[in-house]
Each structure stands twice: as C-alpha cells, then as structure tokens.
C-alpha cells in the first residue's frame, strides 16, 4: 500500500518524476550497466485516456536495442517488476513496447493534501538549476507607440521569463534599446519640426522639408502626434535658443539636446506601455552605451584573433541584381563555418561598424555578463536575422562552456472586430497600438490572448470574442473556473467558519472518499502541472501554460455539471460533512493551482464575475 507520509513524495510533487525513479530502478534490475545517455530518453508521460491508466512509459522501447531484446517482452518484465512499487495498482504492457501504470486513488489524494500545504509554489522546480538565463524582448525601436505587433513578443518574452524562474532558471528580462542610427536621427528632426510648430506657429511638412532638405534626405519620416508633448517639452525647456545654428552640418548644434529629450519622452512613453501590459523589465540597455564602451570592437578584435575575419567581396542576393549593387572589398565574418550561408559584413563602406556587428557587440556584452543562455524575442520578418547571430555567438563562445543563443520568432497579430481589420489609432497615424487594446479589452485579456496560439502561428484578436462570457472565450473560461472556486469556498465558510477552511487544515482533511472519476480526472490534471511547467520551460513554449489552463478550467467546470446530476458530488452538502470537507479541499487546490499558472501569465485571478 502507498504510504501516506511516504516522504520522498512529500519533497518530490511531480508524480512524473517520483515514479520515474521507481521506473529506473525496476529497468536496473533487468538491465543491468544502463548507460546514462539511455537512462536520459526515457520518459513518463500522461496516457491518452483513463482506459490505458494514468501514466506510460517508454522506457522499453528506449531500451530495447541496449538490451538486445525485443520491446514487447522487456515492457513485460518491467510491468512485473513494477506492480510491486507502492501507489502502481496496475502496470501493463501495451503496444509496440510501452507500459501502462493505473495508480491507486490515494497517490492523487495525498496530491491534494501537498497542493494545500505548499499552495501557489506548487509547480516550482530545480531543473533549471540556476542557469544564469537572459531574455530579451520587445526593445522596440524608440521612434514611436508601441504597437500589437510589439505587444505578442512583450507577453510571450515576459510569460516565459516567468515560466523558467518557476522552472528554477536565474532569468534577467532585458530591453535593448536602438538608439544609434538612423532611424533616431529622423525621429530627433521629427521632434524639432513639432518643436518649430509650438515657436513659430504654422510649419506644414511641405515646408519643413523645403527648409532643411540638405539634412534630411529621406524626408520627415515621423509625424504621429504622438511627438506633440515632445515639442511642447523642448519649446518650455529652451524657448527660442534651439533657433539658432539650424545650419550647421552634418548635424546642427541643438540636434544633442532635441535627440536626448525625444528619446527620454519615448522611453517614458515605452515603459508605460509596457506597464500596463504588466512587463517590468529589470535592464535596460542602451545601443550606444554598447558602442561607447567598446565593446563592438572587443568583440571584432576577438573574432580577428580567432582567424574569422578577412577581407574579401560578396555577390548580390540570390535571385536579385540590384541597380546600385557594387562589388567592393569589405571585412566578412566567415559566418559559413558557424552554419550561415553566407559571410557577414562587419564594417560600412566608411569604416563604421554594421548594424550587425553592433548586434555582435550587444551579444558579446551579455556574454561577459556570465549569461549562459542568451533568449531572443524577435518578430518573425526577423527570421533571416538568426542564423547570423547564431554563428557570432558560437564564434565568440569559449570551446569547453559554450554559450547557447536561442531566438523564439512572433508571428504578426491582428486586430479584428466583425472581420474587419481594426485601424484604431489616430495618434500613431496608420496601426493600432498597444495602449489602444489595453483601454479596450483590458490587460489580463491581451496576456492571456496572445498566449491561445503558438507564437510563430498567425493570429487574429478578435475584439468581440475575447470580452465574451462564454465558454468559446478562453479568457473568461479560465476566470469563470477560478470565480467558481472562490464562490464555493465562501459559500463553505459561511457553513464551517474560516478557521476551519484555512489551507492547512483542509491539508489535514481525509480525503479517501475523492474516488468518482469525475473527482480523479480533476486531480489528475492537477498532478500533471509540475511537469507541464518543467516541459514548457525546457522546449521555451509558454503557450502551453494558457493551454492547460483551459484544460483545468474544462475538467473543473465538468466536475461542477456533474454535481447536478449527482448529489453525493456536490461540493457542500450539509448532511455530510466528511465528504463536504473533502471536496472542499479539492476546490482549494484547483483554486491554488490556477493562480500558479496564472502568476506565470502574469494576470490576475478574478474573486467573482460580475
């Protein structure tokens, strides 16, 4: 019989995991001299329905060749073996060479009690084990709102960052900030025209183009109005003394001080944003702090040290001749022996570094920072951008404690109401904006929404169907199962009294007679978070947290329907106060676990739907 204070399942809540052990153990028995490489692949996963139990195993077929012995007769003997393992009521074997383990009620009970005991922290994990992790994510460029498709990338960096400090990952969220090229140079003359408008009145874009041509010849790039307040700021601080020396070349003498108040006003604007988003990054790093510092070069230096880079020509890109293509001598970085499939420009025709070896600079930056896995979260028209990047940080990475380099791609969003694509925003001009969305829907419903999808799947967010109360709006499905919970236990203290429904002594309650199958799917969904944080983590996918919420959200929900029709699994029933308490309990802990998935999500569970 499963032993109810056993107490290595006490510190081992995965259920997963404490019976792998047992697994491994029984394998040895067999199989004596198990290589670890084999041990490493072999996996306990849920079944596909109660018929075939609650967990299988491959650890047969895993084995098999190493044994040399056919996979149906060794998941045999390891089904024998394994029938004798405390809490394992039966263990088949099935299929090409798996094994089926049905537990008994009382492994899914004493879950319970652990849930209670441990509340929110259930879930947590090791398997991190403290690897310094950096995530990068959003650092849009700061030339104007931030804008949905900025938005997918702040919640799927800002949910896994979560998701592998839960997982036991020592995770920094960073923000890099773009704020050495061009595209800065056109938002600080953007900002001076609005500054013009405040001083002098009337200054069409016709006319401020005319004026200084000679120094912006792509034009006024930026005219939201979203750089208004940025004119007013300059006009209040300087007055008219930004009039003087317009010029002046390459760069005239206010340009400085318009650059650095532009970019303070959209950083403020940014991290705004991304507050009510409920993203707080803890760095935030400058491009040109990065170029200041020397770290570009450092990084160049090293790759030159290493025989990477050489001076040679490059063809134009496959398929394209471009009119103003010319073959010149440029700095490569052999890039090709690093898995890219071609070499990689370091330097500008005037010797400046390329945006690029920027970028090498910035990685080279968090690797000297003793990060030891580097996450990247970029929009997908990005793709072509990774295995460049990739190569520079193998390049630069010590042979014996090499650095892993990762890039999660977001896919584009867009925003739909009745099938139509929604152009919300008058102060950006031509793109709804993340604030827009928010003030519309709300910040736990964008979070949870962009998480429905995998992040290199396309999506529409549908403005209609994520504020409906229904059950197609997963959003409002998974708040409606934790209202649920928190409307039941308010119902039973009003019966027992709050001291009685405290987590630890529902901890305490026997809960032997939770043995209906609608009870034990419920807890089966439960014992299955640990592992779900712990698979999510290691694969990077944090949809899948969303995913099992609504799984949770749906086996809940099915277990209260099934109180209609059966009395004995109504939740508080006032002539059984054993079986009362019991049920009880188990709201508590589905209530626990939902708000440790949706701490993961970073939204906020709701107490009552209104």
């Known amino acids: 019989m499963f032993e109810e204070k056993d107490n290595f399942y006490m510190a081992e809540h995965n259920l997963y995991v404490f019976f792998y052990h047992y697994v491994i153990k029984a394998l040895r028995k067999i199989v004596p001299d198990l290589p670890e490489d084999v041990i490493k692949r072999i996996e306990l996963t849920p079944t596909r329905g109660v018929s075939h139990g609650d967990i299988a195993t491959n650890a047969a077929l895993i084995t098999a060749k190493f044994a040399k012995r056919r996979p149906q007769e060794l998941a045999k003997d390891l089904a024998e073996n394994l029938r004798s393992v405390p809490g394992i009521e039966k263990a088949e074997p099935a299929g090409p060479g798996f094994v089926n383990l049905k537990l008994v009620p009382l492994v899914f009970q004493n879950l319970v009690s652990v849930i209670l005991q441990i509340k929110e922290a259930f879930g947590d994990s090791q398997i991190g084990n403290n690897v310094k992790t950096n995530i990068e994510y959003v650092s849009a460029n700061p030339t104007g709102p931030m804008h949905v498709g900025h938005c997918r990338g702040a919640v799927v960096g800002d949910v896994l960052a979560n998701l592998m400090i839960k997982a036991g990952f020592d995770v920094t969220k960073e923000y890099y900030i773009n704020d050495a090229g061009n595209q800065v140079v056109a938002l600080t003359w953007a900002a001076y025209w609005r500054y013009l408008q405040v001083i002098e009145g009337e200054c069409s874009v016709a006319d401020f183009e005319k004026r200084f041509k ?5 034009g006024l790039q930026y005219q939201g109005d979203y750089l208004v307040p940025v004119g007013q700021d300059l006009a209040q601080r300087y007055g008219k003394d930004l009039l003087i020396g317009t010029e002046q070349k390459p760069f005239p003498s206010w340009f400085d001080k318009v650059k650095v108040c532009v970019l303070a006003h959209m950083m403020q604007n940014i991290r705004e944003d991304l507050q009510a988003l409920g993203v707080e990054q803890k760095k935030f790093i400058s491009e040109r702090a ?3 510092s020397g770290m570009v070069e450092k990084a160049i230096h090293i790759l030159e040290e290493k025989g990477l880079v050489y001076t040679g020509t490059l063809e134009p890109p496959k398929g394209k001749t471009p009119d103003d293509w010319v073959v010149r001598p440029q700095i490569l970085f052999k ?5 890219d499939d071609i070499d990689r420009p370091l330097r500008k025709s005037d010797g400046s570094a390329t945006y690029f070896a920027n970028d090498i600079g910035y990685h080279y930056d968090k690797m000297q ?19 460049r990047m990739s190569a520079a940080v193998k390049a ?7 650095v892993d380099f990762e890039v999660t791609l977001c896919q584009i969003v867009r925003v739909v109401r009745n099938g139509e694509v929604v152009r919300m925003s008058k102060r950006a001009g031509t793109f709804v904006t993340l604030r827009d969305l928010i003030d519309e829907v709300g910040k736990d419903a964008v979070r949870f929404t962009m998480l429905t999808r995998k992040a290199d799947a396309q999506m529409n967010f549908d ?6 109360q229904t059950r197609d709006n997963p959003v409002f499905y998974v708040q409606y199962a934790h209202a649920r919970c928190r409307s039941v236990l308010r119902s039973a203290e009003e019966f027992f009294g709050k001291e009685q429904l405290s987590s630890a002594a529902l901890a305490k309650v026997d809960l032997s007679d939770l043995r209906n199958e609608a009870e034990l799917t419920m807890m089966r969904r439960l014992a299955q978070w640990p592992r779900t944080v712990e698979n999510a983590a290691l694969v990077r996918e944090p949809h899948r947290i969303a995913y099992y919420l609504m799984e949770v959200a749906a086996d809940f929900h099915a277990l209260w329907n099934a109180g209609r029709d059966d009395a004995t699994l109504r939740f508080i029933q006032k002539e059984n106060v054993q079986g009362t308490l019991s049920r009880i309990a188990l709201v508590e802990a589905i209530a626990c676990v939902i708000r440790s998935a949706m701490q993961v999500l970073g939204i906020e569970p709701v107490e009552e739907m209104r």
């Open 214 to 218: 000679t120094n912006i010849p792509t």
């Open 463 to 468: 403005l209609e169907q994520v504020v409906a």
């Open 290 to 292: 990065i170029l200041e």
């Open 369 to 387: 920072r003793r990060y030891k896995i580097l996450l990247d979260i970029w929009g997908a028209d990005h793709g072509g951008y990774v295995s």
């Open 396 to 402: 630069l990475s010590p042979v014996k404690d090499p």
């Open 335 to 339: 890039s090709t022996s690093f898995g």
